[in-house]
């Protein structure tokens, strides 16, 4: 499996975190919001249940802070990520976004997987 692949087939302790609107991810809209080069890259980036903030995220991946904010936005209304705040930080005007814990898990072997319900993504550690 390639950096750009994931096996396609809706899981860390987290600071404060809104509820997902919805009660599951609607198949459609998860393989729409991940269809995006950078929507999947943010997913690998997040899939081991970090936080950072958009600003940093934006600056690691490539991309303009704005346009990674739209990115995020659009992966929330799908359910795919929920804003949190974390505990203690001292920039309240900062946005952080995360994979709600269910959904994520990490397997013996290092592999990281999003399973959404309907649609699993596998992430090859390294690659």
Do not use: W
């Amino acid at each position: 499996m390639n950096a750009d692949s994931a096996d396609i087939s809706p899981a860390a302790s987290a600071p404060q975190a809104s509820q997902p609107s919805q009660p599951g991810v609607s198949p459609l809209a998860a393989i729409m919001a991940m269809a995006d080069p950078m929507r999947f890259a943010v997913l690998k980036e997040l899939a081991d249940g970090s936080y950072p903030p958009v600003i940093q995220l934006a600056k690691k991946l490539g991309c303009h802070p704005d346009q990674m904010g739209r990115h995020l936005q659009r992966m929330k209304k799908a359910g795919l990520l929920i804003r949190v705040r974390p505990t203690g930080d001292p920039d309240m005007r900062s946005k952080h976004y995360q994979i709600p814990s269910q959904y994520r898990q990490t397997l013996p072997d290092g592999v990281r997987v999003l399973d959404y319900g309907t649609v699993v993504l596998r992430f090859e550690p390294g690659k």
